[in-house]
């Protein structure tokens, strides 16, 4: 199974910051990588897909990057709706499985 | 508007049955493959299975913590999925969402969830 880890897991940041979230594959993973943003009580929602590719009403300030086993998701300047827990899936293969969670803190 | 609704949640004893469901409208449901996902209280998301499309025979894929134990299958007259638990254990207890995997390939919709416990 492809495992996908997350870093860091918590970080304080400041509303204006630039956030950067790194999700490391254990096997090359090419494009096939997904970020999904949740808050408290709500489900998770998509954020970026194919790695890069902003999804349809997702502000700009959030981007992705990276292919193979590397990737970051970034946020240019952080907003106050912007705290929430980050995720990755990938869907390479069977089982899919998502990274572990990095949750976006206040300052 | 693309909607899906999760029902069926509850309490149930370890060892238990349980069938969720999820109602899917906005879209033409069998044409998407439909995942469920679950999260444990306080946890991360975890993947359990998938129900393949229309085109794809509606071929299922599962986790192999619930092969076995848990079954997909779709009704198509209601445009509904079902996500059959047998033998549930203690560590099965989450929040169960359905979520649509668009044309691209990728989990894009969720549901709200619905909440299952596993309790004696």
């Known amino acids: 199974d492809i495992q996908l880890t997350q870093s860091p897991s918590f970080l304080s940041a400041s509303v204006g910051d630039r956030v950067t979230i790194t999700c490391r594959a254990s096997?090359?993973?090419?494009?096939?990588l997904a970020w999904y943003q949740q808050k408290p009580g709500k489900a998770p929602k998509l954020l970026i897909y194919?790695?890069?590719t902003l999804q349809s009403g997702v502000p700009s300030r959030f981007s992705g990057s990276g292919s193979g086993t590397e990737f970051t998701l970034t946020i240019s300047s952080l907003q106050p709706e912007d705290f929430a827990t980050y995720y990755c899936?990938?869907?390479?293969?069977?089982?899919?499985?998502f990274g572990g969670g990095a949750k976006v803190e206040v300052k | 508007e693309v909607q899906l609704v999760e029902s069926g949640g509850g309490l149930v004893q370890p060892g238990g049955s349980l069938r969720l469901s999820c109602a899917g409208s906005?879209?033409?449901?069998?044409?998407?493959?439909i995942d469920w996902v679950r999260q444990a209280p306080g946890k991360g998301l975890e993947w359990v299975g998938r129900?393949?499309?229309?085109?794809?025979?509606?071929?299922?894929q599962y986790a192999a913590s619930v092969t076995g134990r848990f079954t997909i299958s779709r009704d198509e007259s209601e445009n509904s999925l079902h996500l059959q638990m047998s033998s549930l254990k203690t560590e099965d207890a989450a929040i169960y969402y359905c979520?649509?995997?668009?044309?691209?390939?990728?989990?894009?919709?969720w549901g709200q969830g619905t909440l299952v416990t596993v309790s004696s």
């Open positions: 129900s393949g499309n229309k085109a794809d025979r509606y071929t299922t």
């Open positions: 096997q090359v993973i090419s494009s096939f």
């Open positions: 899936l990938h869907l390479k293969s069977y089982p899919l499985t």
């Open positions: 979520v649509r995997v668009s044309r691209s390939g990728f989990p894009d919709y």
């Open positions: 194919a790695a890069s």
């Open positions: 906005g879209f033409i449901f069998s044409d998407h493959c």
